[in-house]
T-cell receptor, first 113, second 114 residues
Framework: AQTVTQSQPEMSVQEAETVTLSCTYD???????LFWYKQPPSRQMILVIR??????QNATENRFSVNFQKAAKSFSLKISDSQLGDTAMYFC??????????FGDGTTLTVKP | AAGVIQSPRHLIKEKRETATLKCYPI?????VYWYQQGPGQDPQFLIS???????DKGSIPDRFSAQQFSDYHSELNMSSLELGDSALYFC?????????????FGPGTRLTVL
């Protein structure tokens, strides 16, 4: 079974600064997908960024980028130029090909003005 | 673009009652997943369906059952509700099982059991 670990229950960052959320996972599979989801107070699950395990290049979506270290099974999320609207719970998720998603416990990020 | 629709958005029930949650996937999506997210917890996978057949099963209690219909919508039936069933229930849909297709989440149904 796959496991996903987010070791930072809570984090805070000043507006316009950069913050990195950590995520590690455990799997015996070679091909899989990794996601970061954002869950604002409305509790809607919003996909932030995704990474295919077979791709070495780190995914980037505007202010969001990941540091994917396959050998270390690490998948951290970097948010640059943090904005107040980034305040939310962030979940790291592992998904096997065709399978369900396994979520980490989440990291509550607060962006301070 | 069309998104995953869940109904109702909010539901209040009493202990030992039954509840039915509905999920309407994005058009042409044939795979549906159900997740349960308790207060302050991460989403936990319950069950999934592909082409109207159960494709995977997670931590779904025996009191719950689910099915996917011919139009690909899915219903989660919950009986003998307990206080601990109070949670946000997400439905997600995707197209097919193989390959890289992300799950699209619905807005969730918030179930409160009194």
């Amino acid at each position: 079974a796959q496991t996903v670990t987010q070791s930072q229950p809570e984090m805070s960052v000043q507006e316009a600064e950069t913050v990195t959320l950590s995520c590690t996972y455990d799997t015996s599979e070679n091909n899989y997908y990794l996601f970061w989801y954002k869950q604002p107070p409305s509790r809607q699950m919003i996909l932030v960024i995704r990474q295919e395990a077979y791709k070495q290049q780190n995914a980037t979506e505007n202010r969001f980028s990941v540091n994917f270290q396959k050998a270390a099974k690490s998948f951290s999320l970097k948010i640059s130029d943090s904005q107040l609207g980034d305040t939310a719970m962030y979940f790291c998720a592992f998904k096997s090909v065709g399978g369900k998603s396994t979520f980490g416990d989440g990291t509550t990020l607060t962006v301070k003005p | 673009a069309a998104g995953v629709i869940q109904s109702p958005r909010h539901l209040i029930k009493e202990k030992r009652e039954t509840a039915t949650l509905k999920c309407y996937p994005i058009p042409r999506h044939d795979t549906v997943y159900w997740y349960q997210q308790g207060p302050g917890q991460d989403p936990q996978f319950l069950i999934s369906f592909y082409e109207k057949m159960q494709s995977d099963k997670g931590s779904i209690p025996d009191r719950f059952s689910a099915q996917q219909f011919s139009d690909y919508h899915s219903e989660l039936n919950m009986s003998s509700l307990e206080l601990g069933d109070s949670a946000l229930y997400f439905c997600a849909s995707r197209r097919g099982l193989a390959g890289y297709n992300e799950q699209f989440f619905g807005p969730g149904t918030r179930l409160t059991v009194l």
